[in-house]
């Protein structure tokens, strides 16, 4: 007998399916809308910061200034790694991809957790919290052991965005190289059941634990048609020889049918808000840094890009414009999917804890197309 049943529909990409309620964020794919807990994305991006973002999309309403001030506390209390941590990021091949260093390190921290399987929302809470503060010093320290330099542990007194700049380059980042920084990580926090979201709470929904979720999310995030996107868009842009190739760089690429890294998205079909504030950003950051070169060719692929497939309701995605942000803030191209993880960590954590308050196992069925009533043949008639 098939799985499905004549009452189900199939919906592969579950597209179709709303698995549950959510208070987190609110997006409007056709008017390019992305709200946290009712509050524009660009007025967080303007007035907030990634640990008051954190705040929010956790318990739903923004902080008092004593309780921001005790989260942010509370975060930094766990900046830094035990012993064993710090060793297991020098022992990692240096050829390791980043993303699979900090899969492999956030599942480490379960083993110093006494609490791992105590799914309290205090213990997983915990948990989230420790994972949103240690992985800035994973990442930022593996590049630099790869580099041959040594670790630089995390100052209590820095906030994420400066911490992880600081330990990255060895020295106290600019203000504006960290305000940028703090904007890219509030708007990657969070965007409702996006597919590693979802890993994370196919995990928790087996009331297993924060740790394995994250782990799941981060190699869910790591494939190219999701947060991979930003590094492909970069290898892109280095691809293309100049300004004047990117009109027949892009037209091949959609002759071939081959995807254009940073546009599509499948709830966005308008422009992605988020790409609309990191347009604005990127071309900024670009000038002071003496990327502009950069900025105008994404521009000109956006231009083509909108003449060929906009009517299709492909248009930028919130990879296209992070990428060049990121390139020009000196950020090596393998490190841009960890540093959305970096962010994520506050989405992944909201819906994880919202799906516990009301768990259901997740358990969708596939309609079965294959034979019945095979016969098996001993390995010797084959
Ligand atoms: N470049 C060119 N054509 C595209 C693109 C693109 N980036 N994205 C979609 N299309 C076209 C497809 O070729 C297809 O055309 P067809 O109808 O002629 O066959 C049509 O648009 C629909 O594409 P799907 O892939 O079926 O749409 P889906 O909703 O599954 O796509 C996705 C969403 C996966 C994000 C897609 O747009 C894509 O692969 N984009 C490139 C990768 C990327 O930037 N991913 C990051 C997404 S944002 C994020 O996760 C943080």
Redesign the pocket.
């Known amino acids: 007998m098939s799985e499905a049943t004549t009452t189900m529909t199939m919906d592969k990409?579950l597209?179709h399916t709303i698995i549950g309620e959510s208070t987190k964020s609110f997006i409007d794919g056709q008017k390019g809308v992305l709200e946290y807990v009712g509050i524009d994305i660009d007025s967080l991006a303007r007035n907030s910061t990634f640990e008051e973002t954190c705040f929010l999309l956790w318990n739903d309403r923004l902080p008092t200034p004593d309780e921001l001030e005790a989260y942010t506390r509370r975060i930094r209390s766990h900046y830094d790694l035990s012993d064993a941590m710090w060793d297991a990021v020098r022992a990692v091949p240096h050829g390791a991809p980043p993303m699979h260093v900090l899969q492999a390190m956030v599942a480490m921290l379960a083993f110093e957790d006494p609490a791992c399987d105590d799914q309290s929302r205090d213990a997983e809470e915990e948990k989230a919290i420790r994972i949103l503060a240690k992985t800035p010093a994973i990442i930022a320290n593996f590049d630099r052991v790869r580099k041959g330099l040594e670790i630089v542990r995390p100052d209590a007194g820095d906030d994420i965005a400066t911490s992880f700049l600081r330990m990255l380059n060895g020295a106290a980042p600019g203000e504006a190289s960290a305000k940028a920084l703090d904007v890219c990580l509030i708007l990657?926090a969070d965007?409702g059941i996006?597919?590693s979201t979802f890993a994370t709470m196919v995990v928790v929904g087996t009331e297993s634990d924060m740790y394995s979720a994250v782990t799941g999310a981060i190699g869910t995030?790591r494939g190219?048609?999701?947060?991979?996107?930003?590094e492909?868009?970069m290898h892109m842009l280095q691809e293309i020889d100049g300004l004047d190739a990117v009109e027949d760089f892009v037209l091949g690429?959609?002759s071939r049918?081959?995807?254009?890294?940073?546009?599509?998205?499948?709830?966005y079909k308008a422009i992605?808000p988020r790409a609309t504030y990191l347009k604005t950003f990127a071309e900024s950051i670009a000038t002071e840094t003496g990327n502009l070169d950069l900025f105008h060719m994404s521009r000109r692929i956006e231009e083509i890009?909108e003449s060929q497939?906009g009517a299709?309701?492909?248009h930028p995605?919130?990879?296209?414009y992070s990428a060049t942000t990121y390139y020009s803030l000196g950020l090596a191209i393998d490190l841009f999917t960890p540093i959305?993880a970096m962010s994520r960590n506050a989405g992944w954590a909201a819906h994880a804890l919202e799906r516990l308050e009301d768990n259901r196992l997740i358990r969708p069925r596939c309609q079965y197309t294959g034979p019945h009533g095979a016969a098996y043949i001993p390995a010797s008639e084959r």
Do not use: C, S, Y
Not at 224 to 230: I, Q, R, S, V
Not at 317 to 320: I, K, L, R, T, W
């Open positions: 990409g597209d990657h965007h996006n597919a995030l190219p048609l999701h947060g991979g996107a930003n492909r868009v690429r959609l049918k081959e995807k254009v890294p940073g546009f599509g998205h499948r709830v992605d890009m497939v299709k309701g492909i995605n919130v990879d296209f959305f």
